[in-house]
């Protein structure tokens, strides 16, 4: 059975930093590309980040330079360090160990920025 589960979500302030991290069971990561997505209510699911079995990551305009996607194939984890943030960036965080014809996701957890 695979699982992924995120952990780190919650409240923080403006300019306050999370860290996501994501813990697949079941598979073993290091043959999937690794991916954050968000979905903020009313909007629809979007992907944030994603970093390849290889390393190579890349992000949504929208939090380039803010968000630090990194994997660790030894603890079969995923992260997302998320600095600076903005009330807008505000969502459920998804993670999702992606291949090309397929994927699992997680349950998501929730991320709320406000002072």
């Known amino acids: 059975q695979v699982q992924l589960v995120e952990s780190g979500g919650g409240l923080v302030q403006p300019g306050g930093s999370l860290r996501l991290s994501c813990a697949a069971s079941?598979?073993?990561?290091?043959?999937?590309?690794m991916e954050w997505y968000r979905q903020a209510p009313g909007k629809q699911r979007e992907l944030v980040a994603t970093?390849?079995?290889?390393?190579?990551?890349n992000y949504a305009d929208s939090v380039k330079g803010r968000f630090t996607i990194s994997r660790d194939n030894a603890k079969n984890s995923a992260y997302l360090q998320m600095n600076n943030l903005k009330p807008e960036d505000a969502a459920v965080y998804y993670c999702?160990?992606?291949?090309?014809?397929?994927?699992?996701w997680g349950q998501g957890t929730q991320v709320t920025v406000s002072s």
């Open positions: 970093i390849t079995g290889g390393g190579i990551t």
């Open positions: 079941g598979i073993r990561i290091e043959i999937y590309a």
């Open positions: 999702k160990a992606s291949r090309i014809v397929y994927g699992y």
